[in-house]
């Protein structure tokens, strides 16, 4: 037990932590709204978004990675941080997908797809982005499903290693092979001229790293709780609460 | 670039449909307005993202609280 939900002493360390990233993003939100940015057409303002449209799309993959880790190593050792890290990394994973899909909705409908009334447009990435939530949400639907501790966390092990296996030809092997607005792929040459360009270079890496460290902490918060949550659970089952007071 | 706006607020608020078109940008209005606006955009994300702060603090104070009080009663 005392191996099974061990965690790393979250100290001085990992407050300080909080602080360089609350204060890292603070300076990366000032830097994207009022920085300079190439002059786009259609763009204009809204190329800012790729300082937060993209990032979440690195702690995605980032979260995702660590959960099928902490699958892997779960299935390999059985102790029970791992099912709590691999679950946590997962929620944030996504999570950080979620908001990647609905602000890059958000972005094309006022941009690319300005005066068509598309919300939904035929962009292939963000397709396969729909797709691949759809697998990584029914990971959670799984969890619910399964009511022994030991069965949930192997299954859903399992399952995170499939789901995780899937992602880089969904999100980036097929899309590259479409038309898509997405760069890299055929059909947009504006999109790699912002990526390279200067002004914008340094904030967006700024943005990237900011935004996988406040990743990590939100991944950290939620696996403290949850160990919290299982270290009072055990203690209540070996003491169990004394029977109300009869008289 | 950016489209002028419908100012239909002049319609009920007299005050704010002379403000728009008559009065020169003053004090903290100067920078604010400068630049399409953008610093109001900022102020606004930084109210938000300040109260986010707010709670990842208070979360990872509470569960600090919480870790210590398990250590105490229950030694790893």
């Known amino acids: 037990m005392d191996r099974d939900l061990a965690l790393p002493h979250y100290g001085l360390a ?17 830097l994207g709204i009022l920085g300079p940015i190439s002059n786009l057409p259609i763009l204009e303002h809204t190329a800012r978004n790729l300082y937060f449209h993209v ?26 941080v791992h099912d709590v890290r691999s679950e946590a990394a997962w929620t944030v994973s996504t999570a950080a997908g979620l908001i990647a899909l609905v602000t890059g909705v958000i972005w094309s409908r006022f941009t690319w797809y300005q005066g068509t009334g598309l919300w939904w447009s035929p962009e292939p990435r963000q397709n396969m982005v729909a797709v691949q939530l759809l697998i990584s949400g029914a990971y959670f639907v799984l969890r619910g499903q399964l009511d022994r501790p030991r069965q949930r966390a192997r299954l859903s092990a399992v399952y995170a290693l499939f789901a995780t296996a899937t992602m880089p030809f969904l999100t980036y092997v097929l899309p590259r092979r479409m038309q898509s607005l997405h760069p890299g792929a055929e059909g947009n040459p504006a999109f790699s001229q912002m990526d390279i360009a200067p002004q914008m270079r340094w904030v967006f890496y700024a943005a990237a790293v900011g935004f996988l460290a406040l990743g990590w902490w939100l991944y950290t918060q939620r696996v403290r709780a949850r160990v919290a949550e299982l270290r009072v659970e055990d203690a209540e089952a070996d003491a169990p609460a004394p029977a109300a007071v009869v008289s | 670039m950016l489209q ?18 008559v009065q020169r940008a003053e004090g903290i209005e100067r920078p604010m307005l400068a630049e399409d606006k953008l610093p109001v955009v900022l102020a606004v ?7 986010v702060l707010f709670l990842l603090f ?4 509470r569960l600090a609280r919480l870790e210590r009080r398990l250590d105490a009663d229950e030694p790893r």
Do not use: C, K
């Not at chain 1, 990992?14 to 000032?30: D, E, H």
């Not at chain 1, 990032?55 to 029970?80: C, D, E, K, N, S």
């Not at chain 2, 208070?58 to 104070?61: E, F």
């Open chain 2, 58 to 61: 208070r979360t990872d104070r």
């Open chain 2, 45 to 51: 994300v930084l109210v938000v993202w300040f109260g």
């Open chain 1, 55 to 80: 990032p979440m799309w690195f702690v995605l993959y980032a979260g995702a990675i660590a959960g099928a880790w902490h699958a892997g190593r779960y299935l390999a050792t059985g102790r029970a």
């Open chain 1, 14 to 30: 990992y407050r300080l932590f909080g602080v360089i990233v609350a204060v890292w993003i603070t300076v990366v939100l000032v």
């Open chain 2, 4 to 21: 002028p706006a419908d100012t239909t607020v002049a319609l009920f608020d007299t005050t704010a449909a002379q403000a728009v078109t």
